[in-house]
C-alpha cells in the first residue's frame, strides 16, 4: 500500500528541485531583482494549482468507478514517475537556462506556472489518482498528501532561492547534482508502484 505523506513528500521535493520554467524563473528573478523576488515567485503554484486541481478531480471522480480507465491513468502516471526519475539520475552540471528578466515576480511565477503543461500532466495522470487512492483511506489521507506535495514543492524553491541568492554557483555545483539524482531514484521506486497499481486496476477491471 502506498504511504500518502510519503508520496507527497517525494514528488514535492522532486517538483521543487528540478529544472523548469518556474525554476528557471525562481533563479533569474533571485539573480536579477534579489531574493526576495526569487520567494515571490517560489510561492505561485500555491495560487495557480488550485482550479487545476479542483477540474482534475472532478474528472477523475467521475471516470473512478470504471477500473480500466483509471489503471490505464495509474499506468501512465507510473510511466510519467518513470521517466522523470531517469531524467533525473542523468541530469548533468552546469546551471539552468535562464530566461530574460522581467519585474512583477509574483505576477509572472503565476502566469509561467499556469501556461506551463507540467501541473496538468501531473494532476491528470499522477497526483489526482492518488488524492483520490487517499480519499479512500479517509480525508485526512487526500489533504496528507496534498499539503506534503505543497509543502515540499514550495519549500524546495524557497530554499533553492535563498541558496541562489547567497551563492550563485549553487545550481552548477555537485550537492545540487547528488540531491537531483537521489529524488530520481526514489522516483524510479514509486513509478513502479503506480505502474504495478494500474496492472492491478487493468485486470480486475471492466468498462
Not at 526514489?186 to 477491471?205: A, K, W
Amino acid at each position: 500500500m502506498i504511504n500518502f505523506l510519503l508520496a507527497g513528500t517525494l514528488l514535492g521535493l522532486s517538483a521543487g528541485f528540478a529544472p523548469g520554467p518556474l525554476l528557471a524563473l525562481v533563479v533569474t528573478e533571485t539573480l536579477q531583482h534579489g531574493t526576495r523576488s526569487g520567494l515571490k515567485v517560489a510561492l505561485a503554484p500555491v495560487i495557480t494549482d488550485l482550479p487545476i486541481i479542483g477540474l482534475t478531480l472532478l474528472l477523475l471522480r467521475e471516470l473512478s468507478e470504471l477500473n480500466i480507465i483509471m489503471g490505464i491513468i495509474s499506468g501512465l502516471g507510473g510511466l510519467v514517475v518513470l521517466f522523470l526519475g531517469v531524467q533525473a539520475i542523468g541530469a548533468r552540471g552546469g546551471g539552468i537556462e535562464l530566461p530574460p528578466a522581467k519585474s512583477n515576480a509574483l505576477l509572472k511565477g503565476i502566469t509561467v506556472n499556469f501556461l506551463s503543461p507540467h501541473p496538468y500532466l501531473f494532476w491528470l495522470s499522477v497526483g489526482g489518482p492518488l488524492t483520490l487512492k487517499a480519499g479512500e483511506h479517509g480525508l485526512a489521507a487526500a489533504t496528507g498528501f496534498v499539503l506534503s506535495f505543497y509543502v515540499l514543492l514550495v519549500g524546495a524553491k524557497l530554499i533553492l532561492a535563498v541558496l541562489v541568492g547567497r551563492s550563485r554557483s549553487f545550481l552548477a555545483g555537485r550537492l545540487y547534482l547528488l540531491i537531483i539524482k537521489g529524488l530520481g531514484l526514489l522516483l524510479i521506486l514509486l513509478g513502479l508502484v503506480l505502474c504495478r497499481e494500474g496492472f492491478l486496476l487493468l485486470s480486475r477491471g471492466s468498462l
